[in-house]
Nanobody, 123 residues
Framework: QVQLVESGGGLVQAGGSLRLSCAAS????????MGWFRRVPGKEREFVASINWKGGNKRYGDFVKGRFTISREYAKTTVYLQMDSLEPEDTAVYYC????????????????WGQGTQVTVSS
């Protein structure tokens, strides 16, 4: 079974940067879109970013405002999220997700979730 393991979270000051990684282990994922969601306690999971199988189609949540960049390395079966200009409002648990489709990623299409990595931004 494929497992998704996130890393790279931590504590940063406002305006700082973090680079999240999502590494797949076990069975190799095939032709799937992947991306990131985040969740604040008491709120529903929020879409952050997605990237399709070929890597040329990227989508971001409205709050990102050009601050984040998603990418993937096929040889390592790894997806990254580069986060710059972080704000206290970005504090959340960030979850990697794999879609059952090659192009679309949404809550209704997720076939696998990672365990999450905590991101905390101090003011």
């Amino acid at each position: 079974q494929v497992q998704l393991v996130e890393s790279g979270g931590g504590l940063v000051q406002a305006g700082g940067s973090l680079r999240l990684s999502c590494a797949a282990s076990g069975r190799t994922l095939s032709n799937n879109a992947m991306g990131w969601f985040r969740r604040v306690p008491g709120k529903e999971r929020e879409f952050v970013a997605s990237i399709n199988w070929k890597g040329g189609n990227k989508r971001y949540g409205d709050f990102v405002k050009g601050r984040f960049t998603i990418s993937r390395e096929y040889a390592k079966t790894t997806v990254y999220l580069q986060m710059d200009s972080l704000e206290p409002e970005d504090t959340a648990v960030y979850y990697c997700a794999a879609s059952r489709h090659s192009e679309a990623l949404g809550l209704s299409t997720v076939q696998k979730w990672g365990q999450g990595t905590q991101v905390t931004v101090s003011s």
